[in-house]
């Protein structure tokens, strides 16, 4: 059995209505048990997340970053990161803003340098097979850019 943590920091209840999504698509698959865990409780015990086999991480996005109290459990990761207690786990990320920019990817990618510094292995966003990612992407460049 697998195990997976979605660590989260949320004011309004925006964030964790995300992880609790997230945490319904995770059992919808066998074998793998999900804990949602907000970061205020973890910061004085970092290391509870040693245990985990993946760690999903989520904030909402606070002028272009991490929320400070996700933040600070990000910091007091330090001693594990010296014993690179998180090398080989699957991470991901997720946010959420209230404004349509909202400078939303730069929280993703602090997110992500964050998990990367660990030795952590991302997971992105897989497409079904039944999806051809390719002629997608070039039928878009054609009708932004016009005909090469």
């Known amino acids: 059995m697998k195990n997976v943590a979605i660590i989260y920091y949320s004011r309004q209840g925006h964030t964790q209505f995300i992880a609790q999504q997230i945490q319904t698509g995770i059992l919808s698959q066998e074998n793998i048990e999900v804990d949602l865990l907000s970061a205020e409780h973890l910061i004085d015990?970092?290391?509870?997340?040693?245990?985990?086999d993946g760690l999903i991480w989520g904030s909402p996005t606070y002028l272009g970053g991490v929320a400070s109290k996700l933040k600070q459990l990000m910091d007091a990761t330090g001693p594990l990161w010296k014993k690179q207690s998180f090398k080989g786990k699957l991470a991901a990320g997720f946010t959420v803003s209230s404004l349509p920019a909202g400078d939303k990817q730069?929280?993703?990618?602090?997110?992500?340098?964050?998990?990367?510094?660990?030795?952590?292995?991302?997971v992105g966003k897989s497409y079904p097979s039944s999806i051809k990612v390719f002629p997608m992407l070039k039928q878009l460049t054609v009708s932004a850019h016009g005909q090469a």
């Open 45 to 52: 015990n970092a290391e509870s997340l040693i245990q985990y």
């Open 106 to 122: 730069s929280t993703l990618i602090s997110l992500f340098t964050f998990c990367m510094q660990h030795g952590m292995l991302w």
